[in-house]
């Protein structure tokens, strides 16, 4: 590579239990132990002058970006410096069935604004879910996968920050195995900051690719798309320009035989819209896995 949580695995009991059958009689017992694991990632990431670290999947980095806006923006009369960061971000992740992941974690991160870098510390903390409301197997539905995260940044002081970032994807298999397929889905986020003289509008994301998946078990996918972000402001003076601009991301992954992700790597392009480049390493740490 959730009280919303309760209500999808109450979601997810019902559905398996409609599409139960006998054949599933003679199926290999299902491990009674969910997986359970350190999804440890880490991020080197650079950002132009004049906006945000957006992009997919906002989590850590951008919290941290958006908090260091809310602090320095009064103290900085040409705008957002260009800056660099890297992130890592910790999140305990529990596969609680084959639809229902539950995570939650820190993020710590240390940032270079053209004076050298800061110290490293943590930035954020977040929760979330994710859930397949409809699996596809073998039909002509597509699978559809709701991804929920909430994150706040640290410390909880003037001007920290709070986003909700939700994804909604639609999978299309193109065979039995799901090896292969297309992709399409939407990200939208919101955030505050906690002060009267500051906001950060909505970003949403729309995107379209696919998905192969070699015999040796290496898996690539590529998700093109446009962003669309509606700015910051701080005291009534715009830190970050509203921009629509196209968004680039690609994912390598090893997997397992059981569709277990044992290493993978991101490049990110977002258009911002000066080009803004993220790369992440995902090395999960098992201690449970099935």
């Known amino acids: 590579m959730r009280a919303v949580a309760l209500g999808l695995a109450c979601l997810t009991v019902s559905a398996s239990a409609a599409f139960a059958t006998e054949a ?37 980095l951008s919290a941290a970006f958006q908090a260091l806006a809310a602090r320095r923006g009064t103290t900085l009369p040409h705008g957002l410096p260009a800056a660099k960061s890297i ?27 053209g004076g050298g870098w800061s110290s490293f510390d943590i930035t954020s ?20 996968t709701l991804q929920s995260t ?16 939700n994804i909604l994807e639609f999978d299309y298999a193109l065979d039995e195995d799901e090896t292969r397929g297309w992709l399409a889905g939407v990200q939208y986020t919101t955030a505050t900051i ?17 998905y192969y998946q070699w015999p040796s078990n290496w898996k690539f996918t590529g998700r093109l798309g446009m962003q669309s972000f509606g700015g910051a402001q701080l005291a009534g003076r715009t ?35 000066k080009p803004s480049y993220q790369v992440t390493l995902r090395t999960p740490l098992y201690a449970v896995r099935n």
Do not use: C
């Not at 305990?92 to 940032?111: A, E, H, I, P």
């Not at 909430?150 to 970032?165: A, H, K, R």
């Open 125 to 144: 903390w977040n929760i979330g879910v994710q859930a397949d409301l409809h699996q596809q197997n073998g039909g002509k539905i597509p699978t559809i």
């Open 150 to 165: 909430l994150t706040q940044s640290v410390p909880n002081e003037q001007g920290m920050v709070n986003s909700f970032n």
């Open 87 to 113: 992130a890592v971000d910790l999140p305990l992740t529990v596969d609680v069935t084959d639809r229902v992941s539950l995570y939650g974690g820190v993020s710590g991160s240390t940032t270079d604004l």
């Open 194 to 210: 906690a002060s009267p003289f500051a906001s950060i509008r909505p970003n949403t994301v729309l995107y379209a690719g696919g």
């Open 239 to 273: 830190i970050a320009e509203s921009f629509t601009q196209p968004i680039l991301r690609l994912d390598l992954d090893r997997m397992d035989d059981n569709d277990n992700r044992l290493f993978g790597i991101t490049a990110l392009i977002a258009w911002t819209p």
């Open 24 to 60: 599933e009689e003679d199926a290999p017992a299902k491990p009674t132990v969910p997986n359970i694991y350190l999804d440890l990632r880490t991020s080197y990431a650079t950002i132009p002058a004049g906006t945000l670290g957006l992009g997919f999947g906002t989590t850590s």
